[in-house]
Structure formats: structure tokens, C-alpha cells
């Protein structure tokens, strides 16, 4: 243990650790998750522009509304990506032809090749942050994860 993890321990009122936490610990593990991402994912998305775009391609098409609930983005971070994805040219927004009120996103052309290009990348950015556990433990965690999500 550092002489810092052991200072801080010793501060700590009673049994209570911050390392020890899950918040604590969930973060610190999407800072690893982030910071390898930014490393692999060198085109200028974000994390949340890509869940957007991959889940987009899934769809095929989408409302906004339904995509932000896939890639859990509340409202206003799913409008906020859905226009810098706009402005960047890989969706489309269009009227839901089943009722006029609702757009629907779907990816352009060079969204499509964009994605193709890209789910390696994703799956590289997994394998890079999973790599100091082992297979079994994999499982686990991402089960894990799973229910708490």
C-alpha cells in the first residue's frame, strides 16, 4: 500500500476507505476506459458520439428519443450529440413517416463507412481495458456491470 492510500486511510472516519468505494472505483476505472479510448479513437468522437453512431447503424433508423435511451444519454446530452454529428455530416434527420411530430436519425453515406472503420477500433478499445483481468474474470465483471446498469 502507498504511504498516500495509508494517509488517507488513517484520516478516514471509521471503517470508511474512499478507495474502497464503488463510485470511487467505477470511476477511476472509466478514466482507464476514457483515456483509451481517446488514445485509440484518434477521428475526433467522443464516447458518447460513437455509442451514437454504432447504435444508429444498428437501428438503421431511429428516433432521437429511442437512440438516447439505447446509449443511456438523457435528453439534452442526446440532442447535444445528435447535432455535432449532424454538423459533421454523419447522420440525417428526417421525418418519421408514421407520424410527422417525430424525426428519425439515420446515418449518411460517410456515417456508414465512418462505423465500418471504427468497430475495430471499439473492439481494440475493450480488449486494451479489459486486458489486466483475465477471461473468466471478464465474464464476471461484465456480467456484474450488467445488473447494475
Given at each position: 500500500m502507498t504511504d498516500n492510500v495509508t494517509k488517507n486511510q488513517q484520516s478516514?472516519?471509521?471503517?470508511?476507505?474512499?478507495?474502497?468505494?464503488i463510485g470511487h472505483l467505477l470511476r477511476r476505472a472509466h478514466q482507464r476506459a476514457t483515456a483509451?479510448?481517446?488514445?485509440?479513437?484518434?477521428?475526433?468522437?467522443?464516447?458518447?458520439?460513437?455509442?451514437?453512431?454504432?447504435?444508429?447503424?444498428?437501428?438503421?433508423?431511429?428516433?432521437?428519443?429511442?437512440l438516447g435511451r439505447a446509449v443511456a444519454m438523457d435528453p439534452a446530452t442526446s440532442q447535444g450529440v445528435t447535432q455535432r454529428l449532424l454538423a459533421k455530416k454523419l447522420i440525417h434527420r428526417t421525418a418519421d413517416p408514421d407520424d410527422r411530430r417525430r424525426?428519425?436519425?439515420?446515418?449518411?453515406?460517410?456515417?456508414?463507412?465512418l462505423v465500418a472503420r471504427l468497430i475495430p477500433l471499439g473492439?481494440?478499445?475493450?480488449?486494451?481495458t479489459l486486458q489486466p483481468i483475465?477471461?473468466?474474470?471478464?465474464?464476471?465483471?461484465?456480467?456484474?456491470?450488467?445488473?447494475?446498469?
Open positions: 478516514a472516519p471509521g471503517d470508511y476507505v474512499l478507495e474502497d468505494q483509451i479510448f481517446q488514445e485509440i479513437m484518434t477521428d475526433g468522437l467522443t464516447p458518447q458520439q460513437y455509442a451514437a453512431l454504432v447504435k444508429i447503424g444498428d437501428f438503421g433508423t431511429v428516433s432521437q428519443n429511442r424525426a428519425v436519425l439515420s446515418l449518411t453515406p460517410e456515417g456508414e463507412s473492439a481494440r478499445i475493450t480488449e486494451k483475465d477471461p473468466e474474470e471478464r465474464e464476471t465483471l461484465l456480467a456484474l456491470l450488467l445488473k447494475l446498469g
